[in-house]
């Protein structure tokens, strides 16, 4: 894999706080990367010192293996879709999307035959002579979306997306950004703070932290392998259990034997099990948990159940799904044993 | 009493203020068509005083004088007003803030600006004329421009100010591709309001015109001529400059509305 975009050991102070802290990252050519984490953690900055708006304080940023850094954002191959859009309130959707062209001092019919495709893309040929303030909030997302891709850059970099969109909307866009993705051929940057949206989307994610990169990996190795418990946490759902060592092994605070497949902790810990992993003990489960019953949710697919139990100060999350919450009755205050397995039990610790 | 004799209350309040306000306004108006010509009776329409009034070749000449001021003060003032405008807001975007300054002209009384303007203008030995009106009134325009320009930024949306540089564009191309556009109701609305304010200010264009009549504007021909009393030549007069006013006025705040709804 040869990178696209290499950063390497990037530091971004304001006076004294340190909003992106030594961040070294690879990303490939094609590749859609998602930039995960709470407001806060740095990945807007992040994303802004990739644009051009925003200096590191040491640190390179290598483009196709050039240092970009001293590039005003002007002369940088990198476009920015802002998380407000951004729109000229002034110029036509046409007009928006040309502009970027007009800069490259294109030949007026290289610019209309782009500006006509990519429109079609975005299916918004319709609309072109419209001002964005005739527009719904999805229709300028589009037009942003346009402006930026239309320019054909190394890289898109994209600032929450699908912040402005609602529910139902956001969930169709996720799928049309990634088809946009595979069709343009560019590589995406999306910095967002909804976790599932980067499940989804992205290739590959990176959760960031109070400015340090925590973990960067595919969706599903961060969220079946979290690398810290604050991966752990933030991404998903995760029920956290206090554990103790001893020379017999690690066990629950119930004083239940615990199995897991990982190493044994030095010191306290945490085991990690996801709300989808346990189900109603079965024989030859790895563990076992007693509780009780203590509130119902019913989400469609899936029965959620709180269970509380000795092991935790916190209610136990289990998911059950449909056909297995048909079977059974579970009434509030109902006693339930819960079972897993060892090899969907992590360790942290503390 | 009622919820509609309450209401029937304060239409008249409303009523009586809007009289007082009105009435001797629309007295002037009233007599400049009034064919007599004399306050006390009213003898019929007529339109003779505005035509005697083009007759008149002094107040033409103010006229002139006026339209030279209040135009040039307003070009000047609009140019520097705007920039003005702009830098403190990217200084206060920086965290800056000299705001109380720009607007002491706005808040100074005209007398005091106007006697500080002809010492200033006496210490330079400078010979007064138009083109010392003209400075005068820059001075207090670029103050009412600067607020208006700056009432429409705190809505501006700077993020279009990177999309444009993060689309290719230099700083120059995007003032006036993005910035001056987007601001352009704004900046009309208060060139309208300051040719609206240069038009009609007396007290500093007496003090900084200099001796002779070749430098008199409107307002000071309307003054002089005042002084043997009310001719309805007079009445025609203000009407036309009362006109012109509400005409820019209305229009100011047309654009500056059109510029503040956000987009």
Known sequence: ???????????????????????????????????????GSGKTTLLRMLAGFQKPTSGAILLDGKDISPLPPERRPVNLMFQSYALFPHMSVRQNVSYG?????????????????????????????????QLSGGQRQRVALARALVKRPRLLLLDEPLGALDKKLRGAMQL???????????????????????????????????GRLVQCGP?????????????????????????????????????????SNEPAPNGPSVAAIRPERLRLHEAGDDNRLDGTVRARAYHGLDLQIHVETAAAPDPVIVRITADVADRITLAIGDPITLGWSARDTRIFET | MGERGTFRVMLLIVGLVFAFLYIPISVVVGLSFND??????????????????????????????????????????????????????LRRRKGHALEALIFAP???????????????????????????????????????????????????????????????????????????????PAILAGALLAFT???DEFIIAFFTSGAGRSSITLPMQIFSMIRFGVTPEINALATIVLSVSVIALTLSQRLSRRSVIPT
């Open chain 1, 1 to 39: 894999m040869t990178a696209l975009l290499e950063l390497r050991d990037v530091r971004c102070d304001f006076g004294a706080v340190r909003a992106v802290d030594s961040v070294s990252l690879d990303i490939a050519e094609n590749e859609f990367f998602a930039l995960l984490g709470a407001s």
């Open chain 1, 101 to 133: 062209l007009e800069m490259d001092r294109l030949p007026k019919a290289e610019i209309a035959a782009r500006v006509g495709e990519i429109l079609e893309t975005v299916q918004l040929s319709d609309l072109a002579e419209r001002k964005p303030e």
């Open chain 1, 176 to 210: 049309e950004l990634k088809r946009l993705q595979h069709e343009v051929g560019i590589t995406f940057i999306v910095v967002t703070h909804d976790q599932e949206e980067a499940l989804v989307m992205a290739d590959r994610i990176a959760i960031l932290d109070k």
């Open chain 1, 219 to 259: 969706p599903r190795e961060i969220y079946e392998r979290p690398a810290t418990r604050f991966a752990a946490d933030f991404i998903g759902t995760m029920n956290f259990l206090p554990i103790s060592a001893n020379s017999g092994g690690l066990t629950l605070a119930t004083g239940e034997p615990l199995k």
């Open chain 2, 36 to 89: 007599g010509g004399l306050p006390t009776a009213w003898t019929g329409f007529s339109t003779r005083w505005y035509g005697e009034l083009l007759a008149n070749d002094d107040i033409l000449h103010a006229a002139g004088n006026t339209l030279i001021v209040a135009l040039a003060s307003t070009l000047v003032s609009t140019v520097l007003g705007t920039l003005l405008a702009l830098g403190v807001e």
């Open chain 2, 106 to 184: 706005m808040i100074i009384p005209d007398i005091v600006l106007a006697i500080a303007l002809l010492s200033f203008f006496s210490l330079l030995n400078v010979t007064m004329g138009l083109h010392t009106i003209t400075m005068a009134h820059v001075v207090f325009n670029l103050a009412f421009v600067c607020s208006v320009v700056r009432a429409a930024l705190k809505t501006f949306d700077w993020s279009i100010v990177e999309a444009s540089a993060d689309l290719g564009a230099s700083q120059i191309t995007t003032f006036f591709r993005v910035v001056l556009p987007v601001l352009a």
């Open chain 2, 197 to 199: 304010l240069s038009v």
